[in-house]
């Protein structure tokens, strides 16, 4: 759509219209701040919803891997042939073998329910390693009689690095008089900060060795963790190592080990862009009825314009530039706004918490202990082109009233 030198500068005036026109300009103002809150909110929620399930994802498979191989009855006797198998797999670049018991734990009176997970202490040293927030890593070796510990759990016991816990097995020796609880003492190596509520607050690190020995599982382990190259096609990747796994062994992907959580934020995350999305048509609405507004005002100069020569064509230009302009402007306005908030995000969730009083982000409800964002770059061009559009189809109605505008019936009492 291109416009004169003439259309250019009337578009322009009635953009900036004159001190008899401030009501006019008021309301093209707020249709401009409109359309700019409504972009920033959907671009704020979905990046902050992206960012739930990115770090979620993320922080969830580094510690779970893709999927893990264990056995119906929870021991996996004969596990070194099912590594090598799903080493040779093609797609699959790791294959850890590891053991996770629910268990208590005990300090100064305290007592907690956590995970004793027993892994090769190399195998997670790229996970936690620089999760460390005290101690260190390389202290817990198997028959140290040292473990690593979450910060969450270590705040819920009192316990700090060098303190010694108690970690209780129900499934002990059996006697003659029943069967004897197992309760073994260890001592705090390292405290690491995953990020996740539950797993800093349960979490317990030990050499697969130790828990073998806490456990009496002998040789045999509890699962083997997985890892592809492309989570997202893990089912077909595995597929082939499935159908050689010995009877009682299955695979589970981490969809199904997670499938309620990821599919309720997918559902939260659809629901929130439509809700929003109403935003940004309220906004549309108000741009519809600033042009009415303006075409009612001016609807004498309309008149001259067409007895002078001014085409139909030329009036639903000016009016349609006019309309996309405000929408165009409150569109990027929202962008920077959003981009702005998302990047002072955190600082954003703190004032509000000071002013308030209340804790707003509270990590064990909401699994995270900041609030994450990941900007979609789709989801922006989606967005801004729905703003445009919702702008540009706003604009209609009022430049085909304006070009219908009949100068002799305007003009006759003048």
């Given at each position: 759509?291109?416009?004169s030198?003439?259309?250019?500068?009337i578009?322009?005036?009635y953009?900036?219209?004159?001190?008899?026109?401030?009501?006019?300009?008021?309301?093209?103002?707020?249709?401009?701040?409109?359309v700019?809150?409504?972009?920033?909110?959907?671009?704020?929620?979905?990046?902050?919803?992206?960012?739930?399930?990115?770090?979620?994802?993320?922080?969830?498979?580094?510690?779970?891997?893709?999927?893990v191989?264990?056995?119906?009855?929870?021991?996996?006797?004969?596990w070194?042939?099912?590594?090598?198998q799903?080493?040779?797999?093609?797609g699959?670049?790791?294959?850890?073998?590891?053991?996770?018991?629910?268990?208590?734990?005990?300090?100064?009176?305290?007592?907690?329910?956590?995970?004793?997970?027993?892994?090769?202490?190399?195998?997670?040293?790229?996970?936690?390693?620089?999760?460390?927030v005290?101690?260190?890593?390389?202290?817990?070796?198997?028959?140290?009689?040292?473990?690593a510990?979450?910060?969450?759990?270590?705040?819920?016991?009192?316990?700090?690095v060098?303190?010694e816990?108690?970690?209780?097995?129900?499934?002990?020796?059996?006697?003659?008089?029943?069967?004897?609880?197992?309760?073994?003492?260890?001592?705090?190596?390292?405290?690491?900060?995953?990020g996740?509520?539950?797993?800093?607050?349960?979490?317990?690190?030990?050499?697969?060795?130790?828990?073998?020995?806490?456990?009496?599982?002998?040789?045999?382990?509890?699962?083997?963790?997985?890892?592809?190259?492309?989570?997202d096609?893990?089912?077909?990747?595995?597929?082939p190592?499935?159908?050689?796994?010995?009877?009682?062994?299955i695979?589970?992907?981490?969809?199904?080990?997670?499938?309620?959580?990821?599919?309720?934020?997918?559902?939260?995350?659809?629901?929130?862009?439509?809700?929003?999305?109403?935003?940004?048509?309220?906004?549309?609405?108000?741009?519809?009825?600033?042009?009415?507004?303006?075409?009612?005002?001016?609807?004498?100069?309309?008149?001259?314009?067409?007895?002078?020569?001014?085409?139909r064509?030329?009036?639903?230009?000016?009016?349609?530039?006019v309309?996309?302009?405000?929408?165009a402007?409150?569109?990027?306005?929202?962008?920077?706004?959003g981009?702005?908030?998302?990047?002072?995000?955190?600082?954003?969730?703190?004032?509000?918490?000071?002013?308030?009083?209340?804790?707003?982000?509270?990590?064990?409800i909401?699994y995270?202990?900041?609030?994450?964002?990941?900007?979609?770059?789709?989801?922006?061009?989606?967005?801004?082109?729905?703003?445009?559009?919702?702008?540009?189809?706003?604009?209609?109605?009022p430049a085909?009233?304006?070009?219908?505008?009949?100068?002799?019936?305007?003009?006759?009492?003048?």
């Open positions: 759509m291109i416009l030198r003439y259309e250019r500068m578009a322009r005036r953009l900036l219209p004159g001190k008899g026109e401030a009501f006019i300009f008021l309301v093209a103002s707020i249709s401009l701040v409109a700019m809150l409504g972009v920033a909110a959907l671009v704020i929620v979905m990046s902050v919803m992206n960012g739930f399930r990115a770090e979620l994802f993320d922080k969830i498979v580094g510690l779970n891997g893709h999927a191989i264990q056995s119906v009855g929870g021991r996996l006797p004969d070194q042939d099912i590594v090598r799903a080493r040779a797999t093609p699959v670049t790791s294959a850890v073998p590891l053991i996770e018991q629910p268990l208590a734990a005990t300090y100064n009176g305290r007592a907690e329910a956590v995970l004793v997970r027993g892994v090769r202490m190399n195998d997670v040293q790229d996970v936690i390693g620089k999760k460390i005290m101690g260190s890593l390389a202290s817990v070796t198997p028959g140290s009689g040292r473990i510990i979450g910060s969450r759990l270590a705040e819920a016991l009192g316990a700090t060098g303190s816990i108690q970690l209780f097995n129900p499934q002990g020796q059996t006697t003659p008089f029943g069967t004897v609880p197992r309760i073994v003492n260890y001592r705090v190596g390292a405290i690491f900060e995953i996740l509520y539950d797993y800093d607050k349960q979490f317990v690190m030990m050499p697969i060795q130790d828990a073998q020995t806490l456990l009496l599982m002998g040789d045999a382990i509890g699962m083997i963790e997985l890892q592809t190259v492309d989570a096609r893990v089912g077909p990747i595995l597929a190592l499935a159908d050689k796994l010995p009877p009682g062994a695979i589970q992907d981490w969809r199904s080990m997670n499938a309620q959580l990821f599919q309720a934020l997918e559902v939260e995350r659809v629901a929130m862009f439509t809700v929003l999305s109403i935003i940004i048509l309220v906004a549309v609405f108000n741009i519809l009825s600033s042009l009415i507004m303006l075409v009612r005002a001016k609807t004498r100069d309309i008149a001259i314009l067409r007895t002078m020569g001014a085409t064509a030329g009036m639903m230009r000016i009016f349609v530039t309309g996309t302009i405000i929408g402007l409150g569109t990027v306005a929202g962008l920077i706004l981009a702005v908030f998302l990047f002072y995000r955190q600082a954003v969730v703190n004032f509000v918490q000071f002013v308030t009083g209340q804790n707003l982000w509270d990590p064990s909401r995270l202990t900041e609030l994450p964002s990941k900007p979609d770059p789709v989801e922006i061009v989606v967005i801004t082109v729905m703003a445009l559009g919702f702008s540009f189809l706003a604009t209609l109605y085909w009233k304006a070009a219908s505008t009949d100068p002799v019936q305007v003009l006759r009492y003048e």
